[in-house]
């Protein structure tokens, strides 16, 4: 019940309220005019999905309204399809075309993918504009039937109708965001590396999300082509973009409900306006401009930062079965940027229940070594295997679900979550892989995070000290179940009591039969913790032994410049 007294809950409330006063006593234009607003908002709760949930700024997502708005006029105006086929098709055609363009794009990262989505709109103009038989030219296509009202009047039938079609959109999104889906997308969207390493597969999230807004733009621009009774090339005009992104920005673009209230603002706003006469169109660009000021997370964004947070639940722990154990092996690694050699034919292998410490200066490799193994780099010659499984080719997401997980050197946490919502993330990718529409429930998941948290030493209900997160970062490594954990100076910035529980926590994940490598400056604190020790001296291994062999090698030394470093106390710090 307490979810229900939430801010998006509450304004999907209060929309169902105006649409219920202007469905009784609203005159024809206001019908009609929240009738196009539930066109916008099916454009809009597609984008939000796209560009507020998984990340990705498409400048295409009007193209694909404009393809439904074509399609119900070819199919629907000028071929006589009925509604039942013509609303399908005008659905389907949009998300099959998307996802032909999606597919050469889909590599592509940030503002390439935004020119990317660009040219696809481009193109999609020029056709509505140049393929007369087709779309009509620029007069466009007349003649389309209006939407069946279920034989009531017209203007409350069509409203009715249309926004019944947002209900079910609406619906959808939901169901799509649910669950663990969340925190899996707010990682995805927030940091794809972290994503990636942590099991999910930003780019088939998005390519999903890419090909779905697809569809629910395609259903919007149907929509509104039955309604105006013409599509013309002002339909695949950038402005339409621009007002998309607008609704899901000014709503709140990770909400659903904010998507459905920006629509509904960016198509009453004009109207509320005009009694301003010739200096109507000033007044709302300034109204846009300082909504976004005053509410940069959005209209619902805003009010959930105000409103007292709901406690996750945080009891209990998981009850998956542990991952059986397996042995890493490392075979003739190399790996070179230009001229330098950062790996050069690295062979080791891993034992279950080991702790392995990798050492060397600083750029002898050790970073490198752990992207290759995760797979955040590719090798250029050698082979990952961990049992009977070839890695050294699989993504970084396989690589991690496979059970292999790392840490990073740098442990930051993504905006806007917390330690519980990363962990959550990762747990979500080894209960449920990667793709929208197969998920957990939330609790359990939270109850099996909270207890990882509490694991590494981390009050699950406290905010984040900065030691913390480097915790978290490993917490969330533990969510995959790992057989192997590659942990990247964990030790770095920790107090005296964090680093001796961090050391008891090894020692114990080790027991469980897992095996550890472990990247670290703090000789002191390997030096007590590692089974052996491997030193990586310019790419190369130079030595592996336990620790006592290792501080009495001669090589060592010298690479240490004779130092009594080695056991006593830390060495250079890596970036
Ligand atoms: N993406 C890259 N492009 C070019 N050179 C790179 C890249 N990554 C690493 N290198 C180079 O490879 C070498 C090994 O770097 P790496 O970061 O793996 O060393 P490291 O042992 O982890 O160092 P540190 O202890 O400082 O973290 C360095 O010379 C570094 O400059």
Redesign the pocket.
Known sequence: MKDLLRPAPLIGLAVILWLAVVLIAGSGYEQRLMTLSAASALMAIGYQLLFGQAGALSLAQGACFAIGAYAAGILGGRLGWPAWAELPASVLLPMLLAALAHAPVRRLGGHYFALATLGFAVLVRLVAVDAQSLTGGANGLAGIPPLQTLGLPRGSGTMLVSWGLVGLGAGLALWLKRGGNGPALALVRADPVLARASGLDPGRIRAQAFVLAAGFAGLGGALQAHVLRLVSPEVAEFPVMVGCLAMVVIGGRGSVAGAVLGALLIGHLPEWLRPLGASYRIAYGIGLFACLLAAPAGLVGTLERFWPACPAATAGASDRPPRPVAALELAGLEKS??G?A?VNGVSLVLQPGEILGLI?P???????LINLVSGLDRPDRGTVRLGDVSLETASPDRIARAGVARSF?TAALPDEMTPLDLVTAALVARDAGTSFGRTVPLGPLHQAAAGLLRRVGIDPAAKPAAGALRLADIARALALDPAVLLLDEPAAGLDAAERAHLGTLLRALAAEGRALLVVE?DMAFLMGLADRVAV?IDGRIARVGTADEVRADPLVRAAYLGTASLGAAPMGR??
């Open positions: 940027y230009g330098v950062a060397g600083n750029g002898s490799g050790k970073t490198t050197q400056h990586l890596g970036t």
